[in-house]
């Protein structure tokens, strides 16, 4: 399994980016697909998870809620992550993240860098 990320770059405070992952060598059923992040001194945090399967569900931490949309198309094995009103503390390296049978897969990583 391959996730090749893209879209991350440097955007000042208000602005906005879309992160793209697409995921190769899919062979079982995604059970989930989402995005974290990870900050210069602190854990990778979940930015933002959508299930897959009738009554998927989609979860976002409290700090991206009404700023950040995760779309993802099983058919094609790609998830997206729309950031909008972007702020400072949003700068971190964004991991893209794939659960295929309880295994969790993640791609390179891109970095997200919001300043004026």
């Known amino acids: 399994v391959q996730l090749v990320e893209s879209g991350g770059g440097l955007v000042q405070p208000g602005g906005s980016l879309r992160l793209s992952c697409a995921a190769s060598g899919i062979i079982f059923p995604i059970q989930s697909m989402g995005w974290y992040r990870q900050a210069p001194g602190k854990q990778r945090e979940l930015v933002a998870t959508t299930t897959t399967g009738r009554g998927g569900t989609i979860n976002y931490i409290d700090s991206v809620k009404g700023r950040f949309t995760i779309s993802g198309d099983n058919a094609k094995n790609t998830v997206s992550l729309q950031m909008n009103s972007l702020k400072p503390e949003d700068t971190a390296v964004y991991y893209c993240?794939?659960?295929?049978?309880?295994?969790?897969?993640w791609g390179q990583g891109t970095q997200v860098t919001v300043s004026s």
């Open positions: 993240n794939v659960n295929l049978v309880g295994i969790d897969y």
